[in-house]
């Protein structure tokens, strides 16, 4: 082969796993599993991708006869989870920076918070009581019952994982049975572009938007009737520890 062949080979294998980032959820899945283990050819649509793509290389068997041929990644299907990689700790720094954002900002207004909670909630898909993990609840500071306000703030920061949140009512079902008001708090792209706005989010849920280190109001949440939190609610909250307020606190725009 030519050193101009060989050139234009390798660009084609770089170009291939630049195309990484739109890969979907299923090609990185399968390509995931295909580097921790080669495997014989699955002959589906998702292999035939990751073929033209360069990311997985089939591996012509010695022996047909007796051992089929194999399935392996390629060096552009490393560079491809390296990516996937890369872009996945980007995007939970991101999700982690908003969570504290979010979480101070309600401290500041006297709020009890607490973030990262497995709770449990009466109202699911299933019609029975399931756990669900809100990124930040938080009560009001008071001693009646009725005037705690339970809130969650779910939070969200790429456009996909938004979209992908919407399609899931009974997720949504298990944090409105457990809060008064639920909000969406959405964060922004690369361009410092909101990732949605009012018009996506359900008129149930309220919707913030962070502007650097800004939260604005762009919808309120509607005020569900008051009810009691249940108990697996106040023994999850004692077993954690509730924030404490930051020196410098979130500001808050209307």
Request: proline share 7%; glycine share 8%; net charge neutral.
């Amino acid at each position: 082969m030519s050193l101009g062949n060989l050139h234009h080979r390798a660009s084609f294998v770089r170009n291939r796993a630049l195309s990484a980032s739109t890969l979907r959820r299923s090609h990185l899945r399968r390509l995931r599993q295909m580097f921790r283990s080669s495997g014989w050819p699955c002959q589906d649509p998702i292999e035939v991708d990751l073929l033209a793509a360069g990311l997985i290389e089939r591996i012509a068997s010695g022996d047909p006869g007796l051992r089929p041929d194999t399935i392996r990644v390629t060096d552009a299907g490393v560079q491809a989870l390296a990516l996937a990689q890369a872009q996945n700790r980007q995007a939970l720094s991101a999700h982690e920076a908003l969570v504290q954002l979010t979480a101070q900002w309600l401290v500041a207004q006297g709020r009890l918070v607490w973030t990262g909670l497995s709770l449990l909630s009466p109202d699911t898909s299933a019609g029975s009581w399931g756990p669900c993990r809100p990124d930040v609840f938080s009560l009001r500071h008071s001693s009646l019952e009725h005037a705690l306000e339970p809130a969650i703030h779910e939070i969200k920061v790429s456009r996909a994982d938004l979209l992908g949140d919407l399609r899931q009512p009974g997720k949504r079902g298990a944090y409105l049975g457990l809060a008064q008001r639920v909000w969406y708090v959405l964060g922004s792209d690369s361009q410092d572009t909101p990732i949605g706005d009012p018009d996506d989010i359900p008129p149930e849920c309220g919707v913030l938007i962070s502007r650097g280190d800004t939260l604005c109001v762009a919808r309120p949440a509607p005020a569900r009737e008051a009810r009691p939190v249940a108990l697996p609610t106040w023994l999850a909250l004692a077993r954690a520890q509730p924030l404490e307020a930051d020196t410098s606190s979130p500001q808050h725009c209307l």
